[in-house]
């Protein structure tokens, strides 16, 4: 019960999470923030295809959840 405290502290000691892409590394979240984008595109160009982009509701508010769900998920994945 006593080491509860130092256990948590060591866990801030682990190894960033980097993607070394050519001998750069880049931190693991702009890949994340990226990847929502492109998938935030995607789900608009479906949406608009199918008609139903006037269904949701305002796309500032639509879009911008569906980019931070998208990049939030991307993250859990892969790191």
């Known amino acids: 019960m006593l ?6 502290g060591l866990s801030g ?14 931190p693991g979240w702009l890949f ?11 789900t608009r160009l479906a ?4 008609g139903r982009e006037r ?3 305002p796309p500032v508010l639509v879009y911008s959840a569906l980019y931070a ?6 993250w859990l994945i892969f790191f």
Not at 13 to 23: D, E, I, N, Q
């Open 47 to 50: 949406l608009v295809r199918a």
């Open 3 to 8: 080491l509860a405290p130092f256990i948590t």
């Open 32 to 42: 994340c923030m990226t990847g929502g984008f492109l998938l935030t595109l995607l």
């Open 55 to 57: 269904a949701l509701g």
């Open 13 to 26: 000691c682990a190894l960033p999470p980097s993607v070394s892409v050519m001998g750069a590394f880049f």
């Open 69 to 74: 769900l998208y990049s939030v998920l991307l």
